[in-house]
């Protein structure tokens, strides 16, 4: 299944550009830098670790 691009932080539902900072656990629930400092970098639903999703550079917008 092909990863889908979220857009909003599950926390805060905060809008998430593609030239944001998101942070991504391995369930791909979803969180703004904000949230994910908040929550230590921790998943509240499967505390896994949250993970900064790479930035996608020199793409066309
Ligand atoms: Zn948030
Ligand atoms: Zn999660």
Redesign the pocket.
Known sequence: MALEMKTA?E??G?ELGPRDQVYICSYECT??A??AESLNTVCPNYNGELVVRPRRENKEL
Request: proline letters at 0%.
């Open positions: 932080c926390k805060c905060a969180f703004c904000n949230c």
